[in-house]
């Protein structure tokens, strides 16, 4: 019980300490306070404290230096794609330019990975991406919607039979749900991207990789639009 509470205490440490640098309470550069100040300021021992900086530093986030102390690192340091920074991220809302990032990486990768679970998608594939769109279909708020396309585009990664994609699926997960709860909220129908999902999915199902490559890219140039305020008509 004691290693459980303490490993919850250096945890909690970490996130808070996470998100305070993540969502810019703490500028790269910022010297932490030392560490008994600190760990009495966040009422928790030094061990726990001192653990919960392994762990940030682990992640990129901050350095000690000797006769400097621990300071904030740049963010190019930063794990970008560790699922903590993320998480950090995406809970002290994206900006606009993590945002724009996101889909510039989905950009890059789902009409690719769409393209391939079109020539290598088996039945087993195939029906999960087509349970993940009649969920979709059948969702009744933009919560069970968001969880729905979640479900779709993990099922299209997984169909391509690359296992490297699907761990970068898991990677990005926490973002990309986050985005797709956001895009769903901003619009006045959360269903508005359903045809271009059909249409990723038809694709697929009858093994026409352009087809759907360009449905995947669609889809997120309209998801991107929709995010920016830029949507002017209803997708078709």
Same mark, same amino acid.
């Given at each position: ?5 303490? @490993? ?13 640098? +993540? ?13 008994? &100040? ?8 030094? &061990?726990? /404290?001192?653990?919960?900086? @392994? ?28 699922? #903590?920074?993320? $998480? ?8 606009? #330019? ?20 079109? @020539?290598?998608? %088996?039945? /087993? ?13 059948? $969702?009744?708020?933009? #919560?069970?919607?968001?969880?729905? %396309? ?5 099922? +299209?990664?997984?169909? &391509? ?14 973002? /990309? ?11 006045? %129908? ?31 140039? %309209? ?12 997708? $078709?």
């Amino acid at each position: 019980m004691r290693v459980a509470n303490a @490993r919850n205490l250096h945890g909690h440490v970490t996130q808070e300490l996470g998100v305070r640098i +993540v969502s810019g309470q703490l500028r790269p550069g910022d010297v932490l306070p030392r560490e008994e &100040t600190l760990a009495e300021q966040m009422a928790v021992s030094r &061990t726990a /404290l001192r653990e919960a900086m @392994r762990v940030l530093s682990a992640k990129g986030l901050v350095e000690a230096r000797p006769k400097v102390g621990t300071r904030v690192r740049e963010e190019r340091y930063w794990q970008q794609l560790d699922a #903590d920074v993320l $998480a950090w991220r995406c809970a002290s809302m994206p900006p606009a #330019d993590f945002v724009q990032k996101l889909v510039q990486m989905r950009e890059i990768f789902e009409p690719a990975a769409a393209a391939l679970a079109a @020539r290598r998608c %088996d039945a /087993l594939h195939l029906k999960q991406i087509e349970l993940a769109y009649l969920a979709m279909e059948a $969702a009744r708020n933009s #919560d069970e919607w968001a969880v729905a %396309d979640l479900q779709f585009h993990e099922a +299209v990664l997984n169909a &391509t039979h690359n296992e490297l994609m699907g761990s970068l699926f898991s990677v990005v997960e926490t973002a /990309l749900e986050s985005f797709f709860v956001q895009s769903a909220r901003k619009s006045g %129908d959360f269903k508005y991207s359903l045809p271009y999902h059909r249409q990723v999915f038809d694709a697929i199902r009858r093994r026409q990789p352009e087809v759907a490559r360009r449905a995947m890219q669609q889809m997120i140039m %309209d998801s991107r639009a929709n995010m920016t305020g830029k949507r002017t008509r209803k997708s $078709a």
